[in-house]
């Protein structure tokens, strides 16, 4: 069988972009995954926080496919019954040092045309979530929560009916260009597809090399690992309690998370990870550990980071550092109240001036789409990067339209060629 596009990962934005396509275009479509399952990564591995676009710099990717797509997301769960809440978040500042970058959340929330968003005094924020201590916070009732395995699931399902082939247990491990397209060999079989498109989130940057592509960028591993609050001090956190993030660094600092089934998480921290799909502290690979420490990339990124990285290691190995970082928020919470939980790795792309990317990085090359940085808040804004990545697919592989597609058309700005 040969395709016309094939889709490497079978994440949430690999799945949002062959949705996209099916409902667009009049194509062979292939997905190839190389887990024995979807969503084994990133996607199923997150905070399960629908963001509502509050943190991104206005005009960027980020900041116009979080708020399309978190939208496009709700409405998706709700069709397909799969559980969700717009339960909302408080953003929450502890020192008055943080008001000015409080303000500018404020700012940037309704630059990208954030509806309801109210500045909290002290009092409020505690009306609000009785346990918080705080100077002023921020609420955004935008903020929703979902279990984003079960939405990358629902959107298999959905694109299998549709005519998608999907291939688990496929991983990629080589591209050869050929008179009829692209011969790609996978672990369980070979594929000829005349484009492709990679979503391969922690492997991505691999993924491009393997395709004859310099992706200009580097993958570096950050594990993510969470508490969870114990059953009886649930009642400690409503919804979702967010710090005020640290502007230098693109993650957004421990928080509380009600999650869709009704536990309490506390975390992620960012680690910085010796494996790429390393999930615990004593998870090393050779050689993800050296192709990361011996760039010059690495190494300018660790003279810039080095302070933040190295807080962020002390919390990991020192749950009393851990706690007291959410006593920042939560005075009242103890160690006890905390039970380990689990761990995410993002996938952060690192370009060679050593700056963690903080814009999502989609290239085109010849008869391809790579996605070279896709971390939070993706999985939110996933159905929406799909439709830009379909837009783009039907331009550079000329797709044929579907007589029927109602699918919205997206602007194709920001993207590189490879
Ligand atoms: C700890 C943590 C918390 C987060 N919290 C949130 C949140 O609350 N809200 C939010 O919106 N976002 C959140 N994110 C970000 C979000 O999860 C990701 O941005 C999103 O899941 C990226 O999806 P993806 O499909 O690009 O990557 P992935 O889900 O990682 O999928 C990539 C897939 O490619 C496959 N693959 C890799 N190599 C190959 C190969 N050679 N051949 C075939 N397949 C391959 C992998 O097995 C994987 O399944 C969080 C991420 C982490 C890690």
Request: charged content about 20%.
């Given at each position: 069988?040969?395709?016309?596009?094939?889709?490497?990962?079978?994440g949430?934005?690999?799945?949002?972009?062959?949705?996209?396509?099916?409902?667009?275009?009049?194509?062979?479509?292939?997905?190839?995954?190389?887990?024995?399952?979807?969503?084994?990564?990133?996607?199923?591995?997150?905070?399960?926080?629908?963001?509502s676009?509050?943190?991104?710099?206005?005009?960027?990717?980020?900041?116009?496919?979080?708020?399309?797509?978190?939208?496009?997301l709700?409405?998706?769960?709700?069709?397909?019954?799969?559980?969700v809440?717009r339960?909302g978040?408080l953003?929450?500042?502890?020192?008055?040092?943080?008001?000015?970058?409080?303000?500018?959340?404020?700012?940037?929330?309704?630059?990208?045309?954030?509806?309801?968003?109210?500045?909290?005094?002290?009092?409020?924020?505690?009306?609000?979530?009785?346990?918080?201590?705080?100077v002023a916070?921020?609420?955004?009732?935008?903020t929703?929560i979902v279990?984003?395995?079960?939405?990358?699931d629902?959107?298999?399902r959905?694109v299998e009916?549709?005519?998608?082939?999907?291939?688990?247990?496929?991983?990629?491990?080589?591209?050869?260009?050929?008179?009829s397209?692209?011969?790609?060999?996978?672990?369980?079989?070979?594929f000829?597809?005349?484009?492709l498109?990679?979503?391969?989130?922690?492997?991505s940057?691999?993924?491009?090399r393997?395709?004859g592509?310099?992706?200009?960028?580097?993958?570096?591993p950050f594990?993510?690992?969470?508490?969870?609050?114990?059953?009886?001090?649930r009642d400690?956190?409503?919804?979702?309690i967010?710090?005020?993030?640290?502007?230098?660094?693109?993650f957004?600092?421990?928080?509380f998370?009600?999650?869709?089934?009704g536990?309490?998480?506390?975390?992620?921290?960012?680690?910085?990870?010796?494996?790429?799909?390393?999930?615990?502290?004593y998870?090393i690979?050779?050689?993800?550990?050296?192709?990361?420490?011996?760039?010059?990339?690495?190494?300018?990124?660790?003279?810039?980071?080095?302070?933040?990285?190295?807080?962020?290691?002390?919390?990991s190995?020192?749950?009393?550092?851990?706690?007291?970082?959410?006593?920042?928020?939560?005075?009242?919470?103890?160690?006890?109240?905390?039970?380990?939980?689990?761990?995410?790795?993002?996938?952060?792309a690192l370009?060679?001036?050593?700056?963690?990317?903080?814009?999502?990085?989609?290239?085109?090359?010849?008869?391809?789409?790579?996605?070279?940085?896709?971390p939070?808040?993706?999985?939110?804004?996933?159905?929406?990067?799909?439709?830009?990545?379909?837009?783009?697919?039907g331009?550079?592989?000329?797709?044929?339209?579907?007589?029927?597609?109602?699918?919205?058309r997206?602007p194709?700005?920001n993207?590189?060629?490879?």
């Amino acid at each position: 069988m040969r395709y016309d596009v094939t889709i490497i990962g079978g994440g949430i934005v690999g799945l949002a972009t062959a949705l996209a396509l099916t409902e667009r275009y009049s194509a062979d479509l292939l997905v190839i995954e190389a887990e024995n399952r979807l969503a084994a990564h990133q996607t199923g591995n997150n905070s399960g926080v629908i963001h509502s676009g509050l943190y991104y710099r206005p005009g960027s990717l980020k900041a116009r496919n979080c708020v399309t797509g978190a939208t496009a997301l709700f409405h998706f769960c709700e069709e397909n019954d799969i559980p969700v809440e717009r339960c909302g978040k408080l953003v929450v500042a502890t020192h008055r040092s943080e008001l000015p970058a409080l303000e500018e959340l404020e700012r940037r929330g309704l630059a990208n045309g954030l509806q309801g968003l109210r500045r909290l005094t002290s009092g409020q924020l505690q009306e609000i979530e009785p346990h918080v201590n705080g100077v002023a916070g921020l609420e955004v009732p935008a903020t929703g929560i979902v279990n984003f395995r079960q939405v990358a699931d629902a959107i298999g399902r959905r694109v299998e009916e549709m005519g998608v082939t999907i291939r688990t247990a496929a991983r990629l491990l080589r591209c050869t260009p050929s008179s009829s397209g692209l011969e790609l060999e996978t672990a369980t079989g070979t594929f000829t597809t005349s484009n492709l498109i990679n979503c391969a989130g922690l492997q991505s940057d691999r993924v491009a090399r393997l395709c004859g592509v310099d992706p200009a960028v580097q993958i570096v591993p950050f594990r993510g690992e969470y508490y969870k609050l114990a059953p009886a001090c649930r009642d400690l956190v409503r919804n979702l309690i967010y710090p005020v993030p640290d502007p230098r660094f693109p993650f957004l600092g421990v928080h509380f998370t009600r999650m869709i089934d009704g536990s309490r998480e506390a975390g992620p921290n960012a680690v910085l990870a010796l494996k790429r799909e390393g999930y615990n502290r004593y998870s090393i690979s050779l050689r993800d550990t050296l192709e990361v420490v011996s760039t010059a990339a690495f190494w300018r990124m660790t003279s810039k980071y080095w302070r933040i990285g190295l807080g962020e290691l002390y919390r990991s190995w020192n749950k009393a550092a851990f706690v007291k970082a959410l006593q920042r928020l939560i005075p009242e919470i103890t160690a006890e109240d905390l039970v380990p939980g689990g761990a995410g790795v993002r996938a952060q792309a690192l370009d060679e001036s050593g700056n963690l990317l903080d814009d999502f990085r989609l290239v085109e090359a010849e008869r391809m789409l790579h996605v070279l940085n896709a971390p939070s808040p993706a999985a939110t804004a996933s159905l929406s990067i799909g439709g830009e990545l379909a837009t783009l697919a039907g331009r550079s592989f000329s797709l044929g339209e579907k007589q029927n597609s109602t699918a919205p058309r997206q602007p194709d700005r920001n993207t590189k060629r490879g």
